[in-house]
Structures are given as C-alpha cells and as structure tokens.
C-alpha cells in the first residue's frame, strides 16, 4: 500500500576515504552519512541521487517527489493524474518521463517547472494541451497552461499517441522548443502557434487536410517536417508552402496530393509516396537549370502514385543530378 508522502530514511555512505597528507601523515578516515529520501515504490541510486526511478511498477498514483530529483523516470505505469503536491518541491527536474501511462487533460494539477528541459508524455489519454482549464474554475491551481510560460529550457516534448485535438497557443512561450512530436493525435488543423526555434516538427497519422499561407516560413531552424498519413490534399495547401530554404526531410507520404508541390533546392529527402500524383512535374525541383542551379534532393519516393518511370523526363537527370535513388 503506498502511503502519499510517506518517505523511508536510507542512510548512503557518500564516502569513506583514507588520504595520505602531503607531510606523511595518514588522515583519520571519515565517514560521512547522509540520508536521502525515496518514496517505497522507488528506487533512488545512492551514487546517483538526483534521478529517481519509479517504472514500470504498476503504479495508478503518482508518488510525491523530493527536490533534489533531476531525472524523473515514471513512464509504463498506470498513473492517471498529477495531483497538486506531487511535483510542488520539484523544482530542479529537468527530466520527466510519464510515457505510456494514463494521464487525463483534466487531471494534471500544479506543474511549476521551470528549468525543465525533456518532457516525454507520448502514450497517455491527453485530448487537449496543454489543459485549458480555465483559471476562474481552478483559482487555487496554477494551471499547468500557464505554467509553460516559464518554461523557457524545454527543448524536447512528446506528445505523440495521446487523443489531442487542440493545441491551445500556449505552445509558442516554449522559446527553447527544438523537437515537437505530436503524431498520432487527433489534429485537424495544424497547431498555429508554434515557437520559432523548432528544428524537428512531426505531425504524422492526424487529419490534417491543409495548411495556412506561409505556414513553414515562420520558422527559420526548422530541418524535419513529416506529416505522412493525414489528409492533405493540393487545395489546401496554398503556392511555395514547402518552397523553404532549411529544410532538409520532407514527409508527405499517405495523403492526397495530385501535384508534387514546388519545393525548396536545398531540399535532400522527399517522400511523397502513396499520394495521388497524376504528373512528373520536374518545375517543382528546379524552376531554371544551368550548371549551379540544381536541386539537393538525394531521396525521391513517388512510388504508389498514378505515375510511371516513364513520365520522368529525361532533363531531370540534369535537375536531380545528385538524387541517388527515385522511386516510381
Ligand atoms: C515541500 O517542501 C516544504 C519545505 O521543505 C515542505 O514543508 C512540504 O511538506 C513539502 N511538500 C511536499 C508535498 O512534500
Ligand atoms: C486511457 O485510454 C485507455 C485506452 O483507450 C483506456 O483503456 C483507459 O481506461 C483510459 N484511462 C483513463 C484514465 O481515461
Ligand atoms: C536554463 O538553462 C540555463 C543553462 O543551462 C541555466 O543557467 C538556467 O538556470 C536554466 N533555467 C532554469 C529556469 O532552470
Ligand atoms: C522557390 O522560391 C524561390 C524564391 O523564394 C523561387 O525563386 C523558386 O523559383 C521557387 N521554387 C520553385 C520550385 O518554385
Ligand atoms: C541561378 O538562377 C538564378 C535565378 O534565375 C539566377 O539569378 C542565378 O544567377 C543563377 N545562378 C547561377 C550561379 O547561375
């Protein structure tokens, strides 16, 4: 039975040493002992005391967790909320690991955690994030959407197999933001507010039918963009959307498309394939073509598409001189 707040006392030697001086003389040896706290249902390293391992226990509450905790590892548990004074001391975690548990939107109670910079909830039951409970409802919660304001060391969040179907605009106070991983959600729009600095961006297997103007060009990092399985289609997705300089990988398998939109030469990864695509438009890659104007691409999948190897023509080998392998 776990009792909240309940802490056994363990005595850890830290250490026990003998020092020989510099004069000959031999030191006494000393032994220091310190007592670090760890709920029963953890494990707490002596020879590492800022992580706190508490997975896959079967636990369904969340144990109450000390201040010295960095290393938060709670995932595959059956945790399903985050009671107000589980995390209210925890004020140096950088880490949380809650993957793969229960957590309701409606459930997460005090989050003040500033100096976090890893925050995996990929596999729970989150519908909206962050929690929009309104702050007249909670007036004695800080509500965890305006707990991310401070938020500004998170660089990597985990979203992906819950059932979000908003974003809220909270998001965009993450200014360190690197990796959003949303995938496997319920969107049907893409998160407009997003912050600036993302590199990473994955919003694959949502429904997902169009884009807003210059939706990519806002964010000057961005590298990864995939948003395979959804259900883009050409209409919504208005001229040079993907024509960004930066990109590097663009996923855009598994939906609807009939065109192969222009795309920026210094993209190197495309995937377009399982679409709907009816022509080789060679304009999309390259809108002139002379010596130095070539496109990067090096990965072209159009296989699975209304398309043939015949409908490529031959120019292209001028264009996508560098493209190692097209599939067709
Ligand atoms: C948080 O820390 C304060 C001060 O050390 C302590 O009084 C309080 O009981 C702690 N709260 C929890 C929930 O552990
Ligand atoms: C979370 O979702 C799973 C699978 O849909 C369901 O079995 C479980 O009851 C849900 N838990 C909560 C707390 O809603
Ligand atoms: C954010 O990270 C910087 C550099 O590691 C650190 O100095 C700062 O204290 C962190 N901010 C918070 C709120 O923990
Ligand atoms: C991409 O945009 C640039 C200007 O930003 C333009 O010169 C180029 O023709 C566009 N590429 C394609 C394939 O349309
Ligand atoms: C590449 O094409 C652009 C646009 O037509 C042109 O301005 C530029 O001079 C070309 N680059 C070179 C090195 O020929």
């Given amino acids: 039975i776990f009792l909240k707040g309940f802490f056994k006392p ?3 030697i830290l250490y026990k040493r003998e020092e020989l001086s510099l004069s000959g003389y031999r030191e006494s040896a000393q032994e220091h002992f310190f007592t670090i706290r760890c709920p029963d249902e953890c494990d707490c390293p002596p020879s590492f005391p800022v992580a706190m391992y508490c997975d896959g226990r079967g636990l369904t509450v ?8 960095k290393y938060l590892y709670l995932q595959n548990n059956a945790i399903t909320a985050v009671s107000d004074s589980a995390l209210v001391n925890a004020t140096n975690l950088e880490w949380l690991m809650m993957h793969h548990n229960q957590l309701t939107s409606d459930a997460i109670g005090v989050f003040n955690l500033q100096g976090l910079e890893r925050l995996y909830l990929q596999h729970n039951n989150l519908t909206t994030f962050p929690s929009n409970l309104p702050r007249t409802l909670a007036p004695l919660v800080n509500s965890f959407a305006a707990d991310l304001e401070g938020m500004d060391n998170l660089t990597i ?6 059932a979000v179907t908003d974003m809220g605009t909270s998001l965009k106070a993450l200014k360190s933001l690197t990796l959003l991983d949303i995938s496997s959600n319920k969107l049907t729009k893409v998160p407009e507010a997003l912050p600036e600095n993302l590199h990473q961006l994955y919003l694959e297997s ?3 039918d169009s884009l807003p103007e210059g939706f990519f060009s806002r964010f000057t990092q961005l590298q990864y963009v995939r948003m395979a399985h959804n259900q883009l289609t050409d209409k919504g997705i208005p001229a040079n959307t993907f024509n960004v300089t930066g990109l590097v990988e663009l996923d855009l398998s598994y939906n609807k498309l009939e065109r192969i939109p222009p795309v ?16 080789f438009t060679l304009g999309s890659f390259c809108s002139v073509m002379d010596v130095t104007n070539f496109s990067k691409l090096r990965t ?3 296989d699975g598409n209304e398309i043939t190897r015949q409908d490529i023509p031959t120019e292209s080998t001028l264009c996508l001189r ?4 097209i599939e067709v």
């Fill in 322 to 325: 560098l493209a190692s392998s």
């Fill in 300 to 302: 072209l999948r159009l």
């Fill in 264 to 279: 920026s030469t210094t993209l190197q990864h495309l995937y377009m394939q399982a679409n709907q695509i009816k022509e």
């Fill in 206 to 208: 949502n429904s997902i």
């Fill in 62 to 69: 969340m144990p109450t967790i000390p201040s010295r905790v």
């Fill in 157 to 162: 969040l985990y979203l992906h197999d819950n």
């Fill in 10 to 12: 363990c005595a850890f």
